[in-house]
């Protein structure tokens, strides 16, 4: 199983606790991998949060190509950060020659538009990127977008951290939503892309488990927006049907649970809304999900939110204080970073329920 993990936070906190959390859970991985993404980010980034941040791991003359073709897009830096790395023996991570965080003014016939042609441009301005850098072999790009950060990298995470320097909290580097998750799917291959979270306009989805709907799902998904490529796990699947429930047919997020894990036709039927449901099983059919399976997920608008498979056949746990709350797929990882809590008021999502948690860290259950 992978272990996941999220933490948001009132106070901006550095992702030395996402590795506390991850490290109590490493019996649960095979260190095919690391991924975490940073929203609404602190430190050196603090002043920027309008402008998008590109996340990429690359060789120089990647970093050349992606800088020159947003550049001649009409893109301009404004802050460059590369993090300090230090490679020594014994380190198992499989290192890209650079890694560099760098954000970028928009274009001047963009400065004044609204805010859904801003979000358009900087989808294509990524696919391209993705598209060219791949060409080559010259980087991987992970995101391009405001106010979010993402790093991937093959490894055991204890040492994915002591090569960034990730242990020693630094105020230049942190966010108030930290997303993570250990091992990829190793049905697949392990390739940086495929490590969880997976990001798309917004949308930050990771998850612990398979879809054995997989086939399905990408023969449905393929049609319905230009941004759902690569298909590197089944888990981004996930991704792709909140993105299209939430974002293109722009329905509540509790319709996401009913079109992942749709209630049983006689459950459907005692329901005042059952006509409606009924339609969205029916043509949503092929974005349902099977097997065992977590996610954590969050919204554009910062709302983090968990939800099961229909038999709760993955665990996952929401602990809380009163400027933080931590979700985890086992409760050690709860633990290491909430360890004054009150147990006592942990959460342990139902498999006919979203857990959602809003800007005033207020846990809601949501029953399907």
Not at 125 to 133: G, Q
Not at 204 to 232: D, P
Request: hydrophobic content about 35%; overall charge negative; glycine content about 6%.
């Amino acid at each position: 199983m992978c272990r996941i993990g999220a933490i948001k936070s009132r106070h901006f906190i550095h992702p030395s606790r996402m590795f506390l959390l991850m490290q109590s859970q490493q019996k649960g991985h095979d260190n095919s991998g690391f991924a975490m993404v940073m929203q609404d980010l602190g430190g050196i980034f603090e002043g920027y949060k309008q402008l998008p941040t590109l996340s990429l791991a690359c060789t120089d003359e990647g970093l050349k190509i992606a800088e020159d073709t947003l550049r001649n897009a009409g893109f301009q830096t404004v802050l460059k950060w590369v993090p300090e790395t230090e490679s020594r023996p014994g380190l198992e991570i499989q290192t890209m020659p650079l890694y560099v965080f760098e954000t970028f003014s928009y274009p001047r016939e963009y400065r004044n538009a609204g805010q859904a042609e801003k979000e358009e441009l900087l989808v294509d301005m990524r696919l391209k990127l993705r598209s060219t850098l791949e060409a080559g072999e010259q980087g991987f790009v992970y995101s391009f977008w405001p106010d979010l950060l993402t790093l991937k990298e093959i490894g055991n995470p204890r040492d994915i951290a002591a090569y960034f320097g990730l242990w020693k909290e630094d105020v230049r580097f942190t966010a108030r939503i930290i997303t993570a998750q250990c091992r990829q799917n190793t049905n697949y291959d392990i390739v940086r892309y495929a490590a969880h979270p997976f990001f798309l306009q917004g949308y930050t989805v990771l998850a612990n488990g398979e879809n054995t709907f997989y086939q399905k799902n990408v023969e449905c998904q393929r049609k319905l927006h230009r941004g759902y490529i690569g298909f590197e796990s089944d888990s981004q699947c996930f991704l792709y049907t909140l993105h299209y429930i939430h974002h293109e047919l722009k329905w509540p997020l509790n319709y996401y649970k009913h079109v992942i894990t749709p209630l049983p036709f006689e459950e459907i039927d005692k329901r005042p809304e059952k006509e409606f449901l009924l339609a969205v099983r029916q043509s949503l059919a092929h974005l349902e999900i099977n097997g065992p399976n977590t996610i954590i997920g969050v919204l554009p608008d910062g709302t983090l939110f968990t939800c099961c498979d229909a038999k709760k056949l993955r665990p996952v746990v929401v602990g809380r204080q009163d400027d933080m709350v931590v979700v985890s797929s086992e409760v050690c990882g709860v633990n290491e970073v909430l360890p004054g809590r009150n147990w006592a008021e942990d959460v342990y999502p139902g498999e006919r329920e979203t857990v959602v948690v809003n800007n005033r860290l207020e846990i809601q259950r949501w029953k399907q």
